[in-house]
């Protein structure tokens, strides 16, 4: 316990020596909310990896990868490919130079000035400050799952601890702060997880015979009665894909993998990363440098989080996610049970810089929502942005902890933290994405296809996630009060429906409404301009 304090006051120390070294350089809202514009390539690269990767990744899709396999592999591709590659090359380069001639400092604000339309920026804003705390939620319980399930206290004093240091924290410093402690963080993220990944593979006996291990155990006494609920829906072994067309394969496919592969491209605390370097040379030299943090980082936590099964089912007769009492425990479980305690000791600063780096990018994004986007550009009060900002970091911090400890009471076999993080992933691409891609390449896509594509976006999202996909619906509970069962369609011959998430439905609607807009639009605007020329 001694080293654990001491470590932990060490890194509590040079975070804040960072937060305060981003605090003596924050001079005006530019420095504060897009750190000067002058980050090295480096330190934004770690910054965005570290913020995209979370305790969700590590705890909650780990635990994921524990109960459902190495299918989510998958993920680990289009993280580096769509969200470091597409991102960087095809997003990022025009993010920068639109929003550095806009003047914009959010994603809300860049869309709003392209399109000329204050309700863009404020519906936005709101928006993602009312729904972001789902995701934020996500991640305040996989830290503090970890944190009770290590030391043995309980949930809501952990939760209660950790609320009020990040509190602290992420309200000091502005975005300059939290991307000198994001690198940092991101350091140690890289090293610990390495050797979690060295540690579990050489306790097995090398790459080869673990996954060999690992495959074996599905004839493995016992095990078959232990799968058969997982096997009912899909299951066919932690190193195989779930069967096609199954409630399983569509939970992998679409809700943790599309969900979060393609959700990571309007994901505006990651987009404002992009306007925070001086130039595209510095996007460039980063593609490298997030693509080889993002390997590590989410492929060691679905390969340990698979491989989990093999140590729990030799010491206990039992898979991971039975030996370990939950989803979300496995992996605190594993680390706790399995590795050595100075390592343990050491994963609580790789778990807090994990959470810290990508909480501290939520709230500050949350913030900047309610008081630039909200409050000053949509409602109009001037001058406030640094102290609405806070205000809104604030509120956002407390809600979210309010979401993490009412998550906790729920089923503890369900992915909860999963599940949150590629919620809110979808409903964010559904809603922004197209509008977003059309700011960026398409002079010609207009206001109405804009509005048209968020709004339907939005809507088409957070009524599949409220009443149709019947994993979200179920726990939100909202449908179940409503109308008495888990989805509207449960019972019906549209049931399979429930198995589908939001964003197969919702970002296809979405860029259905916005592509119409625009046709009608522009055949508006062509009979007018044929009219004038007749006229003439």
């Known amino acids: 316990m001694t080293t654990t304090i001491l470590i932990t006051l060490i890194y509590a120390l040079i975070l804040g020596l960072l937060a305060y070294r981003g605090y003596k350089k924050t001079q005006n809202e530019s420095d504060y909310l897009l750190a000067g514009r002058e980050m090295h390539p480096i330190v934004m690269a770690l910054s965005y990896g570290a ?49 550095h001639e806009l003047g914009a400092h959010t994603l809300p604000e860049l869309l709003s000035l392209r399109y000329n339309s204050k309700f863009i920026q404020g519906f936005a804003g709101l928006l993602i400050f009312l729904t972001m705390p789902i995701y934020a939620s996500a991640i305040l319980k996989g830290s503090v799952d970890f944190i009770s399930k290590y030391y043995g206290i309980g949930f809501g004093v952990a939760l209660i601890i950790f609320t009020v240091l990040i509190a602290i924290y992420v309200t000091f410093g502005g975005l300059k702060g939290i991307m000198f402690a994001d690198a940092f963080q991101g350091g140690i993220m890289f090293l610990g997880m390495m050797f979690l990944l060295v540690f579990t593979y050489s306790m097995l ?45 569509w939970i992998v496919i679409s809700t943790l993998v599309m969900g979060v ?67 979300d425990l496995i992996i605190p479980a594993y680390i706790k049970t399995y590795l050595p305690r100075l390592f343990g000791d050491v994963f609580i600063i790789i778990l807090l810089a994990a959470s810290l780096s990508t909480l501290s990018a939520l709230f500050h994004t949350m913030g900047t929502a309610f008081g630039r986007d909200f409050i000053e550009k949509s409602i109009g009060v001037k001058g406030k942005t640094i102290k609405s900002a806070k205000i809104g970091m604030i509120i956002s911090i407390a809600l979210s902890a309010v979401l993490a400890f009412l998550s906790s009471q729920l089923d503890v076999s369900m992915a909860i ?65 409503l109308f008495g069962k888990p989805s509207i369609v449960s019972g019906t011959n549209l049931a399979k429906l ?7 439905i919702a970002l296809p609607a979405s860029i259905l409404a916005g592509v119409t807009a625009w046709a009608v639009y522009s055949m508006k605007q062509s009979n007018a301009h044929k009219g004038l020329e007749k006229a003439a």
């Not at 080869?208 to 493995?220: R, Y």
């Not at 232990?226 to 399983?248: N, R, V």
């Open 51 to 99: 913020t995209f990767i979370s305790t969700s990744a590590i705890v909650g899709f780990g635990g994921a990868a524990g109960q459902f396999g190495m299918s989510l592999i998958w993920l680990t591709f289009l993280n580096i490919f769509v969200g470091v590659f597409i991102a960087f090359v095809a997003f990022g380069k025009r993010t920068r130079k639109i929003g």
């Open 205 to 249: 006996g090398g790459v080869s015979e673990a996954h060999i291990q690992l495959t074996d155990l599905m004839n493995s006494p016992g095990v078959a009665e232990q799968t058969e609920k997982l096997a009912s829906i899909g299951f066919q072994g932690w190193t195989s894909m779930p069967k096609f067309d199954t409630p399983l394969w």
């Open 261 to 327: 592969g393609i959700g990571v491209l309007a994901q505006p605390q990651l987009a404002v990363k992009y306007m925070t370097v001086k130039s595209d040379k510095e996007l460039n030299r980063a593609v490298l440098s997030g693509g080889v943090f993002l390997f590590m980082m989410t492929g060691t936590a679905f390969i340990v989080g698979s491989l989990t099964n093999v140590f729990f089912y030799k010491d206990t007769g039992t898979i991971a996610v039975i030996a370990a009492g939950g989803n």
């Open 417 to 481: 933290i999963a599940q949150g993080t590629s919620l809110f992933f979808g409903l964010c691409a559904a809603t922004f994405l197209p509008s977003y891609i059309g700011a960026l390449y398409f002079k010609s896509f207009p206001k109405i296809g804009a509005l048209s594509s968020i709004l339907t976006g939005a809507f088409t999202s957070l009524f599949w996630i409220f009443f149709v996909n019947q994993k979200q619906a179920s726990s939100l509970q909202l449908c179940n009060l």
């Open 498 to 504: 429930a198995m589908i998430d939001s964003i197969l």
